[in-house]
Every structure is written in structure tokens, then in C-alpha cells.
């Protein structure tokens, strides 16, 4: 240990995560970023009752009363979006997008909020102020002038409310196209596409009020101390009832291990803390099929012996496909599932008894589970997990798919969606009058790649950081630049606007916090989060610009000045968006009296079929699925390749960098490190702290990441982790989930080397 101490940057940390570090954290976070004044009664409006829904997370609130201010990271969103700081264009007038470009990501966002709408000028190389109604003329008239509506992405981060999102696949639809690139291809697409085939609906079907009445959990590629720290309360409580919960991950996470829950008195004033996981199993990255397969098989081991570990009633009544699973796992050895997890016989049999004891059992899981070339399977093998003992649908079990951003469940539930069904498209055709594109569009893997061979000429991006959240930057940012037409509608400057194409706009909105005012008055938006609960969200915080736009009344007006002969009346919608809201009642089943409902405090909830065993499969039952073998990989690499996948820090919200710590994982002040097995080291012969290089194995073309400080770390031996987005350079766009489109961002293929001698 003593040699880990001589790198810079890199110390253990010891202590539980939450406690009195968070609150310290989140101090300084409203300190760097606001008026210290204005941000407590800020933050206690939080995801209350009238607030605003927190931007960070999709995890659920009981009753919408969450105590916020001990909640770091959504402190950290939201004192992100409500800085004082400013990006005006007297700052642009300062910084031409060339020298933007050279800036790191972290200050591209620091700089603030962005204030006017801009419009790039090759000449001077710099954003220019536009007026709204200019800018809208121009964007319409572009995309009138292409060949066909399929030369457009319209894509969308899910941090847009229902409302934009509904009206922004309503501008493309009257358009003519279907191409639908989001966020959630890179992210839960597996679930999506998974779940209706295994339970009939592409949603978890648990409840806060299950994780109360839950004896057993699983928790399977996921890290919620820092992505869903508001889920830590509820697991510190189920630990406290001494439910086990069993973790699987490559990396030893500070916050499944002992967490401190800043709201309990009596830990806080003590320094103690819980332990959260009751076994903590180090799976192989991409080793999960394995895992889950072993669970399984063991489980039916002990079934054929007692008889009762698999729930017998509920596999004849309400499932298909339980003896081909039966078989497929007979047919699959031990010995495949110790090497491919990397775990032992006998601890996926201890599981499988665990699991059999209990009666009422939850899997939480997260990106470790689906962005992976098998993550579809992933997750119908999650699902079969349950239904062996028919966890789904009875209280304190079901299945809890830890979304991403905030909405980015609501988004897909109002037709962001690159393969619409015809029941929407027709609904669509009956309420506007207009025929909407049948063919299926583009995700996100496919836009970029039209956009790489230039067939794509246009591209809108409602929010998010496209080019710098996708695979192989420099096909990326190439094709970006190419574009004969991109809009970023986005609160702070990323790298994305800057990649600057024919024509570029920068359209600033409005964030969650502030006021949005519109001619019926204020406005609430509605998003829904993990849970599928519904709820008005209404910004309490003086906009940060009175420039500023709502992306819907932007979305708006860029249709309007598109379509002059649409159905659509765009502007009285943008009046009072309980309009917009009767128009997704009318159109998308489960938003009955949408209205109303949203003004109950706590909103609804969407109709989750599956939580009354009602399964919306062809069969109508639930199915099992088979996956054959143990590899995930769909070519077998040699076995000196390692698995390299790409992390979160603590202090970051994707492409968007707070800070350069990463606190519960030891690392200060830098993210250039690549954790490693002490055991992987030592195989090559590299010491703690030793520089190598990184390259991508059997790529079609050469992806390198050079000069990175290789660290010890308790991973999985096999299994290296790097950060995202910087380790972007590594993923090949084109090694992607064949039956969901979702980059393998966690099982990417590498060899490392000792770095080259270079004359600096
Ligand atoms: N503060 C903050 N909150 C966020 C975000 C953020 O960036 N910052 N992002 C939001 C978004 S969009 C999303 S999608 C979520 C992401 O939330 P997470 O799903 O927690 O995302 P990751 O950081 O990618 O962490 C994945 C975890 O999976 C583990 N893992 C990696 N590979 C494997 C594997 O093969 N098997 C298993 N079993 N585990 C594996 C990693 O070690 C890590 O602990 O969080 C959301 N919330
Ligand atoms: N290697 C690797 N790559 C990954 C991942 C990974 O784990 N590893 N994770 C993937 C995942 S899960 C996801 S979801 C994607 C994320 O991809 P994106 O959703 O595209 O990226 P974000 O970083 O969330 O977007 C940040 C930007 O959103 C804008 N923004 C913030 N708030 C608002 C708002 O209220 N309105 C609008 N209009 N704009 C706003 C700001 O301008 C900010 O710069 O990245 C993916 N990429
Ligand atoms: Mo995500």
C-alpha cells in the first residue's frame, strides 16, 4: 500500500460513502456554482410536492417528499444548471470555436448558462447573436430545402419533459421521418427491447413500497452512491431489516459496501455506518450471462432435489419456454460458467440457495448489465432469474431497471422511438390528419453512421452531448462537421455545439429550476421517472436569461417555421401545455385524464400490465428465453485480451465533468488512470502507477488512448475500467448490441502495453 501512495492523485479512501463527506460535498457544490443565498430554499423545493422534479436521477420519491439537501449529486445537478455564471455573446465575441475547441470538456460547461440564441458565422469563426423568429426562418427553410425528411436526426437526451419530447416527435412525424436517434439507445435500449419479449412491457415493474416488503435483493451492474444516490436511502433501509443483498460487480464500490445515510442521526453522530451488501461478488466485466445462468442452474439443482425451489404454479400458469431453458442450462457446464464469471461453483450455489429461501425477491440493475454486445440476453436472463420463482407481479418482488436521466422513461412513453407502433401512428394519423412515416427510422449507432457516410444532412438535438456520449469520437466529430445543418437546443456549451457544420445554432432553454412563463401563465411539464410514476414538475428559479426559451415552445417554432401548411396549431399549444398534455392523452394510451391526475400531488402511475401477471407478449405469458453458452463476445478474443469498461466518476453527470475526483474510488484531482487487478500488473509486468498505453483489439481501425497512469485497484481480475467519455477513443461504433443497437460501451476488447518512451 505504501506504493500506492507515491502516485499523485491516488489514495484509498477508507471511510463509507455518504456521510459527513457528502455533506461537505454538497456544500461546496452550491458554494462554486451559486449565490450561497439564493440556493437553500432552492434545493428544499427540490421534488416536493409543487417543486421541480431533481434533473438528476429517475429514481423515485415516496410521496414526493424528499429530503434533497442531502442528497450530493442531485445538488450538484441542480447548483450545475442554477450558476450565477454566464455565457453571453460579448463572450463569444471573445472566443472564436476554434479556441473553444481546444478547452477541456469540464470548461466548455463551467463558463454557465448559456443567455442568447446564436448562430455560427465561418467568417469571424464565432457565434453570433440571432433574433428567435431569424433563426427559426433559416432552420425551416434548410430543412424544406433537403431531398427527403429522412436526411434529419432528431435527437433527444433524456432530461426533455413529456411535453417537448411529445411535440418534437410530432415536428418529425408531420416532417416525414421516423428517425429517432436518444440517449436510451446508448443506455437502457435493452430493456426496452428485453422486457416486452420476457415480461410483455419494456418497464420495471417494482414500486418504492416493494423495496418494504422485499426479503432478498440482487443488485447487478450498477453503482448508486453515485448515479442514484436517492436509491441509497432505500437500500440502507433494506439492509437494516437485514434483508442479504447480493452484489455483483467488477469493482468493489464504496457505497454497496457501508454507507453512512446522511438523514440517520444516530450514524451521523456515531461516524458509523450499514453495510449494504450482505455477499459482494467480483463478476468478470461482460461475465454476467455466466453468473446468471450459474444462479440458475444451481437453483434448478435444488429444485430436482427438495422439490420446492422454483415456483411450480406460477411457471405452468402463466410461462412458456421453461423446459427448453431447463435444458439449455443442463447443457451448460460448470466449468464454462466458472471461467466466464470468474467465480466459483460454490458461491452461485450459496445464491441459489439464498435466492430459494426467499419469498419475495428484487434485482436492481444498471449499465453493467446492458451496455454489453449480449445486453438484450442480459436481461431477459434477468427476467428468467425471476419468473423461476414468480417474482414478478406479487408485492416486494419484480424487476428495477435503475434508468438514466431524469425522463429519459417518459420521452419513450410519449414516441421518441426510432420503431413506432402502428396503434400510435394511427392514433397520431386520427387526432392531427396527416399520414406519419411508417418505415422504421434511425437510433442513435445508425444516425451517427449516416452521418459518417454523409447520407444524413441534418441533425436537431434536443439537449444531450451527442457527438462526445457516442463511440469513436473521431468519426464522430468528423461527421459532425460535415453536416450541412445542426441545432443544439442545450442550457450549458458542450463539445457537440462547437463541432460546427454548414450552419449551426445554439438555442438556449430554459432549465427544471426556472420559471416558465407562457402566455396561459406559469407553466409545469410532466416527466416520469424509474418507477413509471407520473408527476408535474414547475421551475421555482428566475430564468437565467430573459432570452431564454422553453425547449416546447422552441421545438414549436422551429415546426411551425418548417411545416407552413401543418396540422398542427403550434403556437396555441405552447400557451397553456395542458393543450399539448390533452393531445398525449388523445394519443398514447394510460394518460387518461392526464390533467387532472397531474395535479394530485405524487402524480400516477403508468399501467405496468406485467405488476397484475397480465403479459402483453405474442403468447400472452410470460416467456423464458435461452441464451446458449456462456461468451458474450461474438468473436472469441485470444486470452491475453482484457475487458475494458468504461465508468462514471463520482463527480460528473455523463459527458457533463463536475469536478476531477472521484472520491469513493480514491482518485483526487485527475481522471487519466485506468484501474487495474493488482494480479493483471503484475502479469505485465507494470508496477502502480506506471504510464501505459491502450489499444482496442480486432477494430476495423486503429483506436488508441496513450499516456495513462495505470493504478492498482480491487477489479476483477481480467477486467480493467476506464473513465467516460474520455475512454470513447476505445469503443468501436460498430460493436454494438445486434438486437438492440446499444454500443458495448462495457466490454470493449484491449490490450495494454507499457507506454512508449516519447520525447516530450
Ligand atoms: N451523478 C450522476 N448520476 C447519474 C449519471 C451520472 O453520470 N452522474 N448518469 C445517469 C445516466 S444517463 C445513467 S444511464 C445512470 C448510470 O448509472 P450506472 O448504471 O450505475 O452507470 P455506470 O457508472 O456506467 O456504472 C456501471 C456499474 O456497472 C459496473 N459494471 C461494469 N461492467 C460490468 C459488467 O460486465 N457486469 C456487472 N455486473 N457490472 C459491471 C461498474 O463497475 C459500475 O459499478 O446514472 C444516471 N445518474
Ligand atoms: N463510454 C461510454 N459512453 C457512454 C456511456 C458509458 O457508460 N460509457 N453512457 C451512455 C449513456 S447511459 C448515456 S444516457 C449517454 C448520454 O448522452 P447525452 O444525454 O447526449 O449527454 P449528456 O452528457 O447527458 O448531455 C449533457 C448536455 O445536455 C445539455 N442539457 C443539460 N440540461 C438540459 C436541459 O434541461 N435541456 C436541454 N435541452 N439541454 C440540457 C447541456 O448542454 C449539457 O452539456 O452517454 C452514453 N455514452
Ligand atoms: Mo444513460
Redesign the pocket.
Given at each position: 500500500m505504501s506504493q500506492r501512495n507515491k502516485v499523485p492523485g491516488v489514495r484509498p479512501y477508507d471511510g463509507p460513502a455518504g456521510g459527513w463527506g457528502a455533506l461537505k460535498a454538497t456544500a461546496q457544490a452550491v458554494r462554486r456554482q451559486m449565490d450561497v443565498v439564493e440556493a437553500p430554499g432552492l434545493l428544499l423545493r427540490t421534488n416536493q410536492p409543487a417543486g421541480f422534479d431533481c434533473?438528476g436521477c429517475a429514481w423515485p420519491d415516496k410521496e414526493h417528499r424528499s429530503t434533497f439537501q442531502f442528497c450530493e449529486n442531485g445538488a450538484k445537478a441542480v447548483t450545475w444548471?442554477a450558476t450565477s455564471k454566464r455565457v453571453t455573446p460579448e463572450f463569444f465575441q471573445q472566443h472564436t470555436v476554434s479556441s473553444l475547441l481546444e478547452l477541456p470538456d469540464f470548461d466548455l460547461?463551467n463558463f454557465g448558462r448559456?443567455t442568447h440564441p446564436m448562430a455560427y458565422d465561418a467568417a469571424t469563426d464565432t457565434f453570433q447573436p440571432i433574433a428567435w423568429e431569424t433563426a427559426f426562418a433559416r432552420i425551416g427553410e434548410t430543412l424544406r430545402g433537403l431531398e427527403s425528411p429522412d436526411e434529419v436526426e432528431f435527437?433527444t437526451?433524456?432530461?426533455?419533459s413529456n411535453e417537448a419530447a411529445y411535440l418534437f416527435q410530432l415536428f418529425a412525424r408531420e416532417l416525414g421521418t421516423n428517425n429517432f436517434p436518444d440517449?436510451?439507445n446508448?443506455?437502457?435500449e435493452a430493456t426496452s427491447v428485453g422486457l416486452p419479449q420476457s415480461i410483455g412491457i419494456g418497464k420495471g415493474t417494482v414500486s418504492l413500497d416493494d423495496f418494504d416488503l422485499t426479503d432478498f435483493v440482487i443488485s447487478i451492474g450498477h453503482n448508486p452512491g453515485t448515479n442514484h444516490p436517492r436509491m441509497m436511502g432505500t437500500l440502507h433501509e433494506v439492509a437494516r431489516r437485514k434483508v442479504p443483498i447480493i452484489v455483483f460487480n467488477p469493482l468493489r464500490e464504496r457505497a454497496l459496501e457501508r454507507f453512512a445515510d446522511p438523514q440517520n442521526v444516530a450514524e451521523m453522530a456515531t461516524y458509523g455506518s450499514t453495510d449494504i451488501a450482505s455477499s459482494y461478488y467480483q463478476v468478470k466485466a461482460g461475465g454476467d450471462v455466466a453468473a446468471l445462468k450459474g444462479i440458475m442452474k444451481a437453483l434448478l439443482a435444488l429444485d430436482a432435489r427438495d422439490g420446492d425451489a422454483l415456483d411450480h404454479a406460477f411457471i405452468a400458469e402463466h410461462t412458456l419456454g421453461f423446459g427448453a431453458l431447463a435444458a439449455d442450462l443442463a447443457a451448460t457446464g460448470w466449468p464454462d460458467i466458472e471461467r466466464e464469471s470468474g467465480l466459483k461453483r460454490v458461491d452461485l450455489e450459496q445464491v441459489a440457495r439464498a435466492y430459494a429461501k426467499s419469498t419475495a425477491a428484487i434485482v436492481t440493475y444498471g449499465?453493467g448489465i446492458t451496455?454489453h454486445n449480449t445486453g438484450t440476453a442480459n436481461v431477459k436472463l434477468i427476467a428468467d432469474l425471476l419468473l423461476l420463482r414468480g417474482n414478478i407481479g406479487k408485492p416486494g418482488a419484480g424487476i428495477c431497471p435503475l434508468r438514466?436521466?431524469s425522463n429519459?422513461q417518459g420521452n419513450r412513453t410519449v414516441g421518441i422511438t426510432e420503431k413506432p407502433g402502428a396503434d400510435f401512428l394511427r392514433r397520431l394519423e386520427e387526432v392531427f390528419g396527416f399520414t406519419p412515416p411508417r418505415e422504421r427510422g434511425h437510433d442513435a449507432v445508425q444516425a451517427m453512421q449516416a452521418m459518417v457516410r454523409g447520407t444524413t444532412k441534418a441533425l436537431i438535438?434536443?439537449?444531450?452531448?451527442?457527438a462526445?456520449?457516442?463511440?469513436d469520437p473521431e468519426q464522430c466529430f468528423t461527421a459532425m462537421k460535415r453536416l450541412r445543418l445542426s441545432v443544439?437546443?442545450?442550457?450549458?456549451?458542450?463539445r457537440?455545439?462547437l463541432l460546427v457544420g454548414e450552419e449551426t445554432y445554439l438555442l438556449p432553454?430554459l432549465?427544471?429550476t426556472e420559471i416558465d412563463l407562457q402566455a396561459g401563465g406559469p407553466q409545469s411539464v410532466t416527466v416520469e421517472d424509474s418507477m413509471s410514476m407520473v408527476h408535474a414538475s414547475a421551475g421555482k428559479l428566475k430564468p437565467a436569461s430573459e432570452f431564454l426559451r422553453s425547449?416546447a415552445a422552441i421545438v414549436a417554432g422551429m415546426a411551425r417555421a418548417t411545416l407552413p401548411a401543418s396540422k398542427v396549431n403550434w403556437l396555441e399549444l405552447i400557451d397553456d401545455y395542458d393543450r399539448i398534455r390533452d393531445l398525449i392523452e388523445r394519443t398514447i394510451p394510460g394518460f387518461d385524464d392526464y390533467n387532472r391526475r397531474i395535479r394530485v400531488p405524487g402524480g400516477f402511475r403508468m399501467p405496468l400490465p406485467a405488476t397484475e401477471r397480465t403479459w402483453n407478449t405474442p403468447s400472452g405469458k410470460a416467456m423464458f428465453s435461452v441464451f446458449p453458452g456462456v461468451r458474450e463476445r461474438y468473436e472469441p478474443w485470444p486470452d491475453d485480451v482484457l475487458r475494458l469498461v468504461?465508468?462514471?466518476s463520482h463527480d460528473q453527470?455523463?459527458?457533463?465533468i463536475y469536478g476531477m475526483d472521484d472520491r469513493y474510488r480514491g482518485v483526487f484531482g485527475r481522471r487519466d488512470v485506468l484501474f487495474m487487478n493488482a494480479g493483471d500488473l503484475a502479469a505485465h509486468g507494470l508496477a502502480h502507477g506506471d504510464l501505459v498505453d491502450i489499444e482496442t483489439v480486432s477494430s476495423s481501425r486503429r483506436l488508441r488512448l496513450e499516456n495513462i497512469t495505470a493504478i492498482e485497484y480491487n477489479i476483477a481480475r481480467g477486467s480493467v475500467a476506464a473513465y467516460?467519455?474520455e475512454?470513447?477513443v476505445l469503443?468501436p461504433l460498430d460493436y454494438i448490441d445486434k438486437e438492440c443497437g446499444t454500443?458495448s460501451?462495457?466490454s470493449i476488447p484491449v490490450r495494454i502495453h507499457r507506454a512508449a518512451a516519447r520525447v516530450t
Open positions: 434533473p444548471e460547461e448559456l435527437y437526451s433524456g432530461r426533455a440517449c436510451s446508448m443506455c437502457h449499465m451496455q438514466g436521466h429519459v438535438c434536443l439537449g444531450g452531448n451527442l462526445v456520449a457516442m463511440p443544439h437546443l442545450g442550457t450549458k456549451l458542450n457537440s455545439h432553454v432549465g427544471r425547449e468504461t465508468i462514471r453527470y455523463n459527458t457533463t467516460y467519455p475512454a470513447n469503443v454500443p460501451y462495457k
